[in-house]
């Protein structure tokens, strides 16, 4: 497609449920990133893939949360037994390679609603 | 530990005027510095950028300046229009970061007609 497609946009789950995030990247882009906005606070990094390589997992804020990338293309960010502080809108990025951050291209994000 | 701060959550200028939003680091190896402009219900989109080596890059309207002594950044809009009300981030990165961006806060820009 012609921009980076996220699904859903909106999702509302129940505390302790799990939730699956969808990423579709440009076609062609070797780097993909997820970073997630809560309320009120900047854009916090959380996992990047930059083609085959072992991933960046530096920024998952705990092991309830993991993503994977398939056939170097779409990406799913899992969040397992969902807490009220893990709402936010989860924004996914892709990019031709691991460049200086102008060639990011942004979805418009998953506003996830745990209640 | 923020590594990229943006002190101001909002800002409020008539149309016409300049808008001056700022931008705080604190990692040295940091080297390559951006703004991000994002509207409600949208991704962020690439706005503006400075290489280090330089203090100072123009686009139109968009001026960004560095001060790598003071570790501090700020992006100048002249003149602010309407379509400018958003909200801006800004980003850094270093070479060993990977490519990996750290943004601040964001400042809410509103410009009033």
């Known amino acids: 497609g012609a921009g980076v497609s996220q699904s859903p946009s909106n999702k509302v789950t129940e505390k302790g449920k799990d939730v699956e995030l969808r990423c579709d990247p440009i076609s062609g882009h070797t780097a993909l990133y997820w970073y997630r906005q809560s309320l009120g606070q900047g854009l916090e990094f959380l996992i990047y893939?930059?083609?085959?390589?072992?991933?960046?997992k530096s920024g998952l804020p705990s092991d309830r949360f993991s993503a994977e990338r398939t056939g170097g293309s779409v990406s799913t960010l899992t969040i397992q037994r969902t807490q009220q502080e893990d709402s936010a809108v989860y924004l996914c990025?892709?990019?031709?390679?691991?460049?200086?951050?102008?060639?990011?291209?942004f979805g418009s994000g998953t506003r996830l609603t745990v209640v | 530990d923020q590594q990229v701060k943006q002190n101001s959550p909002s800002l409020s200028v008539q149309e016409g005027r300049i808008s001056i939003l700022n931008c705080d680091y604190t990692?040295?190896?940091?080297?390559?510095f951006l703004w991000y402009k994002k509207y409600p219900a949208e991704g962020p989109t690439f706005l503006i950028s400075i290489s280090s080596i330089k203090d100072k890059n123009e686009d139109g309207r968009f001026t960004v300046f560095l001060n790598k002594s003071a570790k501090h950044l700020s992006l100048h809009i002249v003149p602010s229009q309407p379509g400018d009300s958003a909200v801006y981030f800004c980003a850094a990165t270093g070479s060993s970061n990977t490519g990996k961006l750290i943004f601040g806060q964001g400042t809410t820009l509103q410009v009033k007609p």
């Open positions: 893939f930059q083609g085959n390589s072992a991933p960046d």
């Open positions: 990692n040295s190896m940091f080297d390559y």
């Open positions: 990025a892709s990019s031709v390679g691991p460049g200086r951050g102008y060639g990011y291209t």
